[in-house]
């Protein structure tokens, strides 16, 4: 699949996302049209300074007409929210803009869209993004996340990192919300979602701090100093992690204390930065090990 471009290729010729949205539903630029309800196409202001951005439909969003309304739109709220983004903000929307399913009896299961779909598709991704020029994108899963970062990411390898694309706004890749669904167990999607809440929170870091520039370096800090490239997303983090906590049995030993929680910290601290006092880095290192420990559920 080629890499989005955001630079190449045609937009459409108007100066609103209402008028995007009309064009977009009669568009018979691929045959995705042809079996699904309607387009679904994004939704969220044209100032919004984050766009999100998902594979396709899924089968209520298609019946819905609108993006993210379904399970795991559900997910993506209650996400957002945990890490303090208001999604009425955002502008969600899909590389794909039609559903594209497979019929089982009266069930539609998902089908991938493929390369061809998704570069026809690509002209309205490309309009709704010249339109709004966001801050920042979030890839939610592999297909957005290959399409606009490259063939090479791999989500469990690269969550939570922002890229640098020459021709686009910085993108944060992570998993799309539908993954946590699939879980098999309560616990193992509980710590899920909080993985993804912190990769959610690297958001926040980007546009409070007004650090965009400072994504440049992601890739080497991770690389040298993994502890450190989960510094910064300390405090809805940890709120996460005692959210978490407070819905396990208490009467579970493995969870550790707060106390010990912070006790282990200071060890932390002191193997990666060199004995820091800094309290709000303490408290970064709090969460990482939130983190560890929503990983040992
Ligand atoms: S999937 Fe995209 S390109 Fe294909 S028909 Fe729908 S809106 Fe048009």
Redesign the pocket.
Known sequence: MDTFDLREGETANVGSLRELKAQ?EH????D??KHATQ?VFGEGPMQAEIILIGEQPGDKEDLAGRPFVGPAGAVLNESLSRAGIDRERCYITNT???FKFTQRGKRRLHSKPNAG?IR??A??LRSELKLIEPKIIVALGATAAGYLVGKAVRITKDRGTIFRPQNLPPVLVTIHPSYILRMRDRHTANAEQIKFVHDLNRLKEVLDQGRVGAAKSDIDRRNNHEPLHRMNCSANLFRSWRHARSRRNESNGSWKTQNEVHGQSQNCLARDTGQSEDPHEHEAAVAVLAISEARAL
């Open positions: 977009a568009c018979k630029r691929c995705l049209y387009t794909v803009k039609h779909e026809q598709c002209w309205w």
